[in-house]
């Protein structure tokens, strides 16, 4: 079976809630363990929608909380698949909160998460590649290549040398 590559856009996922006081903490504010399984949720369709494919959460490669999201606020995450290799997806996480007054909305958060295309005994499947179109998605495919070999050198799966992308970011000619 050839997999067709997809673009980008296709995996946009986009949800948007109403934090409500079962949502906040005493002071108020969102539980940071519920924007991660709102991330995690919103993730996993945009890695689906790329992949056509059962998929599982590998891991959560960073999540920013740069500042509170309160009580009453609505909130909109947009998840994007970022790059794809083999059978794993890195997928981009925003999270922007809309001041209903003005109408304007600010980014507060964000993640990246990666997940594995699965078949029906866990064993992992092949993806599409994907194709960047917006200047956005081909900063953010451009970094994921250098994300993934941190990651394998950080779980001791990959040898510093042999980082191509991370060696040429140190390393000039």
């Not at 934090?19 to 940071?32: E, M, Q, S």
């Not at 945009?46 to 909130?75: C, D, M």
């Not at 295309?117 to 250098?146: C, H, M, W, Y």
Request: with cysteine; hydrophobic share 40%; charged share 25%.
């Amino acid at each position: 079976m050839s997999l067709h590559p997809k673009r980008a856009a296709e995996s946009l996922t986009i949800s948007t809630q109403h934090i409500l006081p079962n949502d906040t903490n005493a002071l108020g504010n969102f539980f940071g363990g519920r924007l991660l399984e709102w991330m995690d949720t919103a993730a996993a369709i945009a890695a689906q929608r790329h992949s056509n494919r059962v998929v599982v959460t590998a891991t959560v490669n960073n999540v920013s909380f740069k500042e509170p999201i309160k009580l009453g606020s609505v909130v909109t995450l947009e998840a994007k698949v970022s790059r794809s290799f083999n059978s794993s997806m890195e997928v981009f996480i925003d999270v922007f909160v809309e001041d209903m007054v003005t109408g304007k909305r600010r980014k507060c958060n964000e993640a990246i998460y990666t997940f594995v295309a699965i078949d029906q005994n866990g064993s992992p499947l092949p993806v599409p590649e994907l194709i960047p179109e917006t200047e956005e998605e081909k900063a953010r495919f451009e970094g994921a290549l250098r994300r993934k070999q941190l990651a394998l050198i950080l779980a001791g799966k990959m040898k510093p040398h042999e980082a191509q992308e991370l060696k040429a970011l140190f390393l000039q000619d």
